[in-house]
Nanobody, 125 residues
Framework: QVQLVESGGGSVQAGGSLRLSCAAS????????MGWFRQAPGKEREGVAA????????SYAGSVKGRFTISRDIAKNTVYLQMNSLKPEDTAMYYC??????????????????WGQGTQVTVSS
């Protein structure tokens, strides 16, 4: 079992930055692929970024590539999402997720078995 707790959300003006953190607990958390997803009101959940267990494989959604950076600190069992040049369309609830094994989940939500409660990001114009 893996527990995920997100933090770092908030309100920011367009062009600003935020860093989200996801603390994972559980004996096998460091062996999981981790991803960040987001869901805006009235829209489907979309994959934002994903990182493999050792950090060697990373994926980004086209809408955030070049602006967002995913990373993980294996020793701390923590995954980060650095978000720069934020836009109003980035406003959403952001969720951290982990796969059930070491398989690379990419940006496909069905590949992820564990989910955090989410942290709200609001970007004003």
């Amino acid at each position: 079992q893996v527990q995920l707790v997100e933090s770092g959300g908030g309100s920011v003006q367009a062009g600003g930055s935020l860093r989200l953190s996801c603390a994972a607990s559980g004996s096998t958390a460091s062996s999981k692929c981790m991803g960040w997803f987001r869901q805006a009101p009235g829209k489907e959940r979309e994959g934002v970024a994903a990182i493999s267990p050792r950090g060697g494989v990373i994926s980004y959604a086209g809408s955030v590539k070049g602006r967002f950076t995913i990373s993980r600190d294996i020793a701390k069992n923590t995954v980060y999402l650095q978000m720069n040049s934020l836009k109003p369309e980035d406003t959403a609830m952001y969720y951290c997720a982990a796969t059930s094994g070491s398989v690379y989940g990419d940006l496909n939500a069905v590949m992820y078995a564990y989910w955090g409660q989410g942290t709200q990001v609001t970007v004003s114009s």
